[in-house]
C-alpha cells in the first residue's frame, strides 16, 4: 500500500488524502528536483502571522471541485500544458502555509497572475518621443516618463512648440483603460498620453496649462495657463494626514534672500496675497437660474459662491438676536403705554368733565410711547443698517462670506 500524502488546492473542499503507490509523491518532493522547462519556480516567502490581517485572506472561502471559468480561461489564454494544470490544481497555496510562513516552492503557470506572478495584458505601446525616457520600457500598464509638456500627442503641449523650460514626469497607470466600454485598447495599439482615458496619473511640468489639459472649469479664478503645475487624476483620490492637512495658497513665511516683493513664481512674477482656493463640485460653476418662492420671481443665483466663516456667522447671528431684543423691548413698552391709556378711557364716557381728565391721559400716554416706543425702534433701525453693512457687505469688516475659499 502507498503512502498516503497530504495536499492542499484552490480548486478542492481542503485537506486531502492522496494514495500512491510512490514512496514520495511528485508533489511532495524536493522542488529543486523539478524541470525548471516545467514552470517558473516561486521561492519560499515567510509571512510573520502577527503582521497578518484579514485583508491578507484572499482564498476561497467556499472551494468547489472544479476549476473556476475564469481560471481556465487564463490557461487557456496561455496554452498550458496538462501538467500545469495539475501542477496549479494540486500544488496551491494554503491559508495554513502562509499564517505560519512554511510555504514552499510551487508552480504557478506562466502568465497566470497567481500570487503576483505576472500576467499577460495586451501590449499597449506608447509613442515615444525622441526627448523622453520611459521607466520601465518593458511594462505597458504602468509607467514614467520623463520629459517634455506633453497632454496628449507629440505635437501637444510646451514640449511640442520646443520650450526648454517645460520639463515634465508624468506617472501614469492602465493606459486607455476606459477605452471600448472598459474593455481597454485593443493589443498592439499605440497609445498616446490621454487625460481622459488612462486608468489614473499624476502629472507634474514645469510648464503647463493645466487647467484645460485636465478639462477643469474657469470658476472665480479663472483658467490657469503657462506655470507650473501638478495634476493627480483617478476613479478616486484620497489626501490623508494623520496630524492634519492644510489646504495653502500663497508665498512661504520666514524665507529670506528672495528680495522685497518675497518669493515669486516659477517665471520669476509677483504672486497675489492670497490667491483663491475653490471646491468645485461637478466640474460646472456657471450661474443657475432658480424661483423665488418668497418674492415670486425668477432669480440668478451663483453656483460657486463664497463660504461662510464660522466664527464671523456667529457673531452676526448674536448681534441679530440683540436687534431682535429690541423689537421686542419696544414693542412691549408700547403695549404697557397703551394699556393705561385703555384704562383711562373708561371716564371719557361720562358726562363732560372726564375729558378734561382724558386729555391729561393722553398727553402723558403720548410723552411714555415716544421715550420708551418710537425713540428705541429708531435706534433699533440704526443698529440694522450698522449689522448689515459689519456682516452682509464685502467691505464689512466682518463680512460671513470668505472673499478667497469658494465652493459649489
Avoid at 196 to 216: E, P, V, Y
Amino acid at each position: 500500500m502507498g503512502k498516503k500524502t497530504k495536499i492542499w488546492s484552490f480548486f478542492t473542499s481542503g485537506e486531502e488524502e492522496k494514495e500512491s503507490n510512490q514512496t514520495t509523491s511528485e508533489w511532495s518532493r524536493d522542488p529543486a528536483t523539478i524541470g525548471e522547462e516545467e514552470s517558473e519556480i516561486i521561492p519560499d516567502i515567510a509571512v510573520e502571522p502577527s503582521a497578518r490581517s484579514s485583508a491578507d485572506d484572499v482564498w476561497p472561502t467556499n472551494p468547489t471541485s472544479e476549476i473556476a471559468p475564469e481560471i481556465q480561461d487564463m490557461l487557456n489564454t496561455n496554452a498550458a500544458t496538462e501538467k500545469e494544470l495539475a501542477s496549479t490544481s494540486v500544488n496551491s497555496y494554503s491559508p495554513e502555509a502562509l499564517a505560519n510562513g512554511s510555504m514552499g516552492a510551487s508552480k504557478i503557470p506562466t502568465g497566470a497572475g497567481l500570487v503576483n506572478s505576472g500576467f499577460q495584458d495586451p501590449h499597449i505601446v506608447f509613442n515615444r518621443a525622441d526627448g523622453e525616457t520611459v521607466f520601465p520600457s518593458t511594462i505597458d500598464t504602468a509607467q514614467v516618463i520623463v520629459g517634455n509638456d506633453r497632454p496628449a500627442s507629440k505635437p501637444s503641449g510646451y514640449g511640442g512648440v520646443g520650450s526648454n523650460r517645460a520639463a515634465s514626469v508624468d506617472v501614469v497607470v492602465g493606459r486607455m483603460a476606459s477605452a471600448r466600454g472598459g474593455k481597454g485598447a485593443k493589443d498592439k495599439t499605440y497609445a498616446e498620453n490621454d487625460f481622459a482615458a488612462d486608468a489614473a496619473r499624476i502629472h507634474i511640468s514645469q510648464l503647463t496649462d493645466i487647467d484645460k489639459n485636465f478639462g477643469i472649469v474657469e470658476g472665480i479664478s479663472g483658467v490657469q495657463a503657462q506655470r507650473s503645475g501638478i495634476g493627480i487624476k483617478a476613479d478616486g483620490v484620497r489626501m490623508i494626514g494623520r496630524e492634519g492637512i492644510k489646504l495653502v495658497t500663497g508665498t512661504a513665511l520666514g524665507w529670506k534672500g528672495l528680495g522685497p516683493k518675497g518669493e515669486p513664481n516659477s517665471l520669476g512674477g509677483k504672486i497675489q496675497p492670497a490667491p483663491t482656493i475653490e471646491l468645485i463640485a461637478g466640474n460646472r460653476s456657471e450661474p443657475q437660474t432658480v424661483f423665488n418662492l418668497s418674492q415670486g420671481g425668477i432669480e440668478t443665483v451663483g453656483s460657486l459662491q463664497g463660504v461662510a466663516k464660522g466664527e464671523n456667522v456667529v457673531a452676526a447671528l448674536r448681534d441679530l438676536g440683540a436687534i431682535v431684543d429690541e423689537l421686542w423691548s419696544a414693542t412691549f413698552n408700547f403695549m404697557m403705554a397703551q394699556m393705561v391709556f385703555n384704562a383711562g378711557l373708561a371716564p371719557c364716557l361720562a358726562p363732560l368733565p372726564g375729558a378734561v381728565v382724558m386729555a391729561g391721559i393722553a398727553a402723558g400716554v403720548s410723552t411714555t410711547q415716544a421715550i420708551y416706543s418710537l425713540n428705541p425702534l429708531y435706534q433699533t433701525r440704526n443698529n440694522r443698517t450698522v449689522w448689515e453693512t459689519n456682516y452682509l457687505t464685502r467691505a464689512g469688516y466682518r463680512f460671513i462670506e470668505s472673499k478667497n475659499v469658494f465652493s459649489t
